[in-house]
């Protein structure tokens, strides 16, 4: 079974640019989350999407955005982009059965805001 | 609120020593445990987990056992590997959570 997928694996973008991140969940995964991760604030949670509606939603602007689609495919976009967003983005795909909750990690995309 | 705590690092160690990092948790009713293992470059890997109070995850000669009288998920190793040098997580997610809390991160770093 193929892991999740994660494009692209590094960014470079500018200020005030936007940008838009891609994750592809493991095949029958229904549930896909974002999480942020900063050597100072370690992994925090961004949001989550089950059949395509944002599920819960932690504590970040609204320059931070996301959708689901149909096959389960989903994006993160980050607007009017500050210094303080640079950060590695890791998508999780997960499901949940009888012996809970189990998530699994793309590679992440590194994102650098110069 | 909810919160998962490990002990401060780096942990070095020589090879074929014993391996363990303290993680403790708050959270409301019963959170599943999981420890994710992060290789330089990478994303998070699952490296076991336990879904409740007793249970024993283990996997490639890792162990932590959930302990809810201490609200405690330890990840132990009798006999660490140059190979395990990573940063190591502790996390936990509600019964009907969608969202992961981890930890702040633990660095193994072994030597041969």
């Known amino acids: 079974k193929a892991g999740v997928t994660q494009t692209p694996r590094y960014l470079i973008k500018t200020r005030g640019q936007q940008v838009t991140l891609s994750c592809s969940p493991i095949?029958?995964?229904?549930?896909v989350s974002w999480y942020q991760q900063t050597p100072g604030q370690g992994l925090q949670f961004l949001f989550e999407?089950?059949?395509?509606?944002?599920?819960n939603k932690g504590n970040f602007p609204g320059r931070f955005s996301g959708r689901q689609f149909s096959n389960s495919r989903s994006e993160m976009n980050v607007s009017t982009l500050e210094l303080g967003d640079s950060a590695l983005y890791l998508c999780?795909?997960?499901?949940?059965?009888?012996?809970?909750?189990?998530?699994?990690f793309g590679q992440g995309t590194r994102l650098t805001v110069v | 609120g909810d919160s998962v705590t490990q002990m401060e690092g780096p942990v070095t160690l020589s090879e074929e020593a014993f391996l363990t990092i303290n993680c403790t948790y708050t959270?409301?009713?019963?959170?599943?445990l999981f420890w994710y293992v992060q290789y330089p470059g990478e994303g998070l890997q699952l490296l076991l987990k336990a879904t409740k109070a007793d249970d024993k995850g283990s996997n490639k000669g890792f162990e932590a056992t959930y302990r809810k009288e201490t609200t405690s998920f330890h990840l132990e190793k009798g006999s660490v590997q140059v190979s395990d040098s990573a940063v190591y997580f502790c996390?936990?997610?509600?019964?009907?959570?969608?969202?992961?809390?981890f930890g702040k991160g633990t660095t193994l770093s072994v030597s041969s």
């Open positions: 095949s029958g995964h229904r549930s």
């Open positions: 996390a936990l997610i509600h019964q009907a959570g969608t969202a992961l809390i």
């Open positions: 999780a795909s997960s499901f949940t059965r009888g012996g809970g909750t189990e998530a699994f």
């Open positions: 999407y089950f059949s395509e509606t944002q599920r």
């Open positions: 959270a409301t009713g019963y959170p599943s």
